[in-house]
């Protein structure tokens, strides 16, 4: 089974499908990334979901994300 859902970025605010393919048994993590900043997110998911970029990014940068590691 299938399902989709819209999503803005929190750091670059494009806004994004993700498309996420559930399994008969139990959904476990699967990573995702916006393709405009590379920041990574994370849903439950039988396979890694599928982004579609419906709206680029608005912050008017070009950089990518980066994660902090405290």
Known sequence: MAESFEKSCAYCGAHLR????HGPFQ??????????????YETGAAHAPQV???QPRRD???D??????F
């Open 52 to 54: 579609e970029v419906l």
């Open 18 to 21: 993700v498309r996420v393919d």
């Open 27 to 40: 959904d476990h993590a699967e990573e995702y990334t916006c393709p405009e900043c590379g920041k990574r």
């Open 64 to 69: 990518r994300y980066q994660d902090t590691l």
């Open 60 to 62: 008017g940068k070009s």
